[in-house]
């Protein structure tokens, strides 16, 4: 399958048959506007730039990766860099979508503090099925920040122009960032199922025979298994419970270690080999920094 590659923000306008953007680097783009709109349907796109896109209406399913979303009204998407999207349209439906999209490149922030604090954004590592859901009002908020962006680059480009809308742009990742913690937060039914189909996940792989031989479960196969993205799938654990993925795998691990240690005459590698690790030594260091006792240390203080 043919992928589309956007590098800059002109050929973008370029190709969605918009006029010439006002700044080389950052563009405000309302989707009624876009007059070739067929070039995104039913074909894969990567952009060279960041993303972030109000989706309000969409006549058809528009695919991150391998996942299908159906956008409803008020779905906030962030997109990455050279990460792959795919509108596909049923046939015989007209492609209709509105809403506003801003883009700017990575050079856009340059030698500003945005351009590091950005990649602490899990939102940008989401996948398009966990977009933000906002409220009426949050919405509202939003929107009021786009149309200062769009006010500023629209006017006189001066030498604090990008100062004027990094600003705004950070504005809105912040409170992009708090609506998020909202969402997980109000979602708890859906999230406690997830966290209670989490654990299942970990039960069985570990009750599995096959443990010892395809190693330690990684936060990617079970974010996978969720059909998650791992940033999502930890963001969301942490918010419930205040652990990591990966801290909840360790968990699990120190407390079949425990009942192993306690309850049989296994040795230490084989307990070590039996939940996956590859060198006795890594199991080891593992359970110490957990419990502060050596394996040996633990069977001993226990028996």
């Known amino acids: 399958m043919s992928i589309l590659h956007i590098k800059s923000i002109a050929e973008y306008h370029r190709l969605m048959e918009l006029p010439k953007p006002q700044h080389p680097l950052v563009s405000v783009v309302n989707f009624e506007d876009i007059k070739r709109r067929n070039i995104a349907i039913n074909s894969s796109i990567t952009y060279g730039f960041y993303s972030i896109a109000l989706?309000?209406?969409?006549?058809?399913?528009?695919?991150?990766?391998?996942?299908?979303?159906?956008?409803?009204?008020?779905?906030?998407?962030?997109?990455?860099?050279?990460?792959?999207?795919?509108?596909?349209?049923?046939?015989?439906?007209?492609?209709?979508?509105?809403?506003?999209?801003?883009?700017?490149?990575?050079?856009?922030?340059?030698?500003?503090?945005?351009?590091?604090?950005?990649?602490?954004?899990?939102?940008?590592?989401?996948?398009?099925?966990?977009?933000?859901?906002?409220?009426?009002?949050?919405?509202?908020?939003?929107?009021?920040?786009?149309?200062?962006?769009?006010?500023?680059?629209?006017?006189?480009?001066?030498?604090?122009?990008?100062?004027?809308?990094?600003?705004?742009?950070?504005?809105?990742?912040?409170?992009?960032?708090?609506?998020?913690?909202?969402?997980?937060?109000?979602?708890?039914?859906s999230n406690h199922t997830i966290l209670e189909q989490f654990e299942k996940i970990l039960n069985d792989y570990f009750k599995s025979e096959d443990s010892?031989?395809?190693?330690?479960?990684?936060?990617?196969?079970?974010?996978?298994?969720?059909?998650?993205?791992?940033?999502?799938?930890?963001?969301?654990?942490?918010?419930?419970?205040?652990?990591?993925?990966?801290?909840?795998?360790?968990?699990k691990l120190i407390q079949l270690a425990k009942e192993k240690l306690s309850t049989t005459e296994l040795s230490v590698n084989e307990i070590a080999y039996g939940l996956g690790f590859e060198h006795p030594q890594s199991f080891g260091k593992l359970f110490k920094k957990k419990t502060e006792l050596t394996p040996l240390e633990f069977r001993k203080a226990f028996n």
């Open 55 to 189: 989706k309000q209406v969409l006549n058809g399913k528009l695919k991150y990766g391998q996942q299908e979303y159906d956008f409803d009204e008020g779905v906030l998407a962030f997109i990455a860099p050279n990460q792959t999207l795919r509108i596909e349209v049923e046939q015989g439906l007209e492609y209709s979508h509105t809403g506003w999209l801003l883009i700017f490149h990575p050079d856009f922030l340059w030698n500003t503090a945005l351009a590091n604090k950005i990649k602490k954004y899990d939102y940008f590592g989401y996948e398009l099925k966990e977009a933000l859901h906002l409220s009426d009002k949050e919405e509202t908020m939003l929107k009021e920040i786009i149309r200062n962006i769009n006010q500023e680059y629209n006017s006189n480009i001066d030498k604090f122009s990008q100062d004027v809308i990094i600003s705004q742009l950070e504005l809105l990742l912040t409170y992009s960032e708090r609506f998020y913690q909202r969402q997980f937060i109000t979602r708890k039914k």
């Open 212 to 251: 010892s031989t395809i190693g330690l479960p990684t936060v990617k196969s079970i974010s996978s298994s969720l059909n998650l993205s791992s940033n999502y799938l930890s963001r969301l654990l942490k918010t419930l419970t205040g652990k990591s993925t990966q801290e909840f795998i360790h968990e």
